[in-house]
């Protein structure tokens, strides 16, 4: 049976929850994109033929081949459920399903349709604040937190934007941590959460809205973010501007979730990539986008990215740096060469494991689904690829992100094939 767990989702999807310049628009997008799926459509027709069944909406669907939708109120059980779209008209798309149900399908209520989540749970909520984690019980489910609010005191509602991320073992409630966290510095226990000095909000963030500068210059305009969000039901990694479209730079590459760890029974091997900037006034950052650590992308860079604790499963957090077959024997960029595309010899793309080393040296896993691109920018941003030599069966989503101060300068590929583990 295919693999449904991984799933992938953008800005421009009909029904999509849109990003601005808004406090609380983080949040409304992960639960979404987590919790809750989008775009809940009404079904006129289900019918099946072969094992295959065809969805007719009448005013229009707002799905697209390779995206897993939820359909539910069937009375046909073989109906209901999650699938993978094989193929869409304007008002039909088809999926396959077991068996041979009754044609057409009938319900006691009514049929529906909408993108289906990835499967996670929000187990906190607060005003545009929410704590997520994974329901799949191998997951050692750690929460992310994450604080999207309006920034007090003295922060006016013109300057960036941002929601405050960090991995956390557990909570009382929203606003009480319980156990590990992750970043954390024991000198200064609630620098990520609260303001612990004039001009300081934070630690480790997530950017939505701002222009070069501190964080109390412009916000960078009103209008919808560009987003992309690839996942499974324990990890998911998110592209994000900080203005309209492509303007002033392109995405931020930010993560969250379970790695597959080389140590067994590894309960803190939850990782985050934000930006670091701790204090408004005391770190300028000239470009709105990852100047600082450029986020996936660069090999051996631990700038913004935590594990919750070492692999010995004690003490405070580590910072984690991402790495792969090194060709060219230094620091790498993600999709920046530096071999030549398509590979002369097997005239192909190459897409390699993602290994995740400790800052210590520790080897401690793999980063499932996220396939390290040796090769410069072989394709345009979000283009879907197959045939990939040694990936038979699998497809992969190219997302382009920014590199210093270049808009699209770097490029990581992602199975959405499935599974990741």
Not at 239 to 257: D, E, H, K, Q, V
Not at 296 to 310: A, D, I
Not at 356 to 371: A, C, I, N
């Amino acid at each position: 049976m295919a693999d449904l767990t991984v799933k992938y989702f953008n800005s421009g999807m009909t029904g999509a929850p849109q990003i601005s310049n808004n406090w609380g628009d983080l949040v409304t997008m992960l639960d979404a994109c987590l919790v809750n799926g989008f775009a809940l459509k009404a079904i006129d027709t289900l019918t099946c033929v072969d094992g295959v069944a065809t969805a007719t909406i009448s005013a229009g669907h707002a799905y697209r081949s390779e995206q897993v939708v939820e359909i539910a109120g069937v009375d046909q059980p073989a109906y209901n459920g999650q699938f993978r779209v094989i193929a869409t008209t304007a008002t039909t798309f088809t999926f396959a399903v077991t068996g041979t149900p009754v044609s057409p399908a009938t319900s006691a209520t009514s049929l529906s349709a909408k993108v289906a989540p990835l499967g996670w749970e929000k187990a906190f909520a607060g005003t545009n604040k929410a704590a997520y984690r994974s329901k799949n019980p191998a997951s050692p489910q750690n929460l992310l937190l994450i604080d999207n609010s309006l920034k007090t005191p003295n922060y006016t509602t013109s300057w960036a934007k941002w929601a405050n991320v960090g991995i956390v073992e557990d909570l009382a409630d929203i606003d009480t941590i319980v156990g590990a966290q992750a970043p954390f510095d024991p000198n200064n226990p609630t620098q990520n959460w609260k303001q612990v000095e004039a001009n300081q909000w934070g630690w480790h963030k997530w950017y939505h809205a701002r222009q070069g500068g501190y964080d109390t210059y412009s916000d960078g305009g009103a209008g919808n973010r560009n987003w992309v969000l690839i996942g499974d039901d324990r990890l998911f990694f998110l592209f994000l501007t900080n203005a309209p479209g492509y303007n002033w730079f392109g995405c931020n590459s930010y993560c969250f979730g379970d790695i597959t760890s080389f140590k067994p029974a590894d309960n803190y091997a939850t990782v985050l990539c934000a930006d670091d900037i701790y204090g408004s006034n005391s770190h300028y950052i000239s470009y709105p986008g990852q100047f600082n650590g450029y986020g996936l992308t660069q090999s051996l860079e631990f700038t913004g990215k935590v594990l919750l604790r070492s692999h010995t499963q004690l003490g405070n957090p580590v910072r984690f740096g991402l790495t792969s077959l090194n060709t060219n024997n230094s620091s790498q960029v993600c999709g920046r060469g530096p071999m030549p595309f398509p590979n002369g010899p097997d005239y192909s793309l190459w897409l390699l494991p993602t290994y995740v080393r400790e800052e210590s040296g520790h080897m401690r896993g793999l980063m499932p689904g996220m396939l390290w691109m040796p090769q410069y920018l072989p394709y345009s941003d979000q283009t879907i690829v197959d045939n990939v030599v040694g990936q038979a069966g699998k497809k992969f989503l190219l997302v382009r992100t920014q590199y210093s101060s270049e808009t699209e300068g770097a490029q990581i590929a992602f199975d959405i094939t499935g599974p990741w583990r």
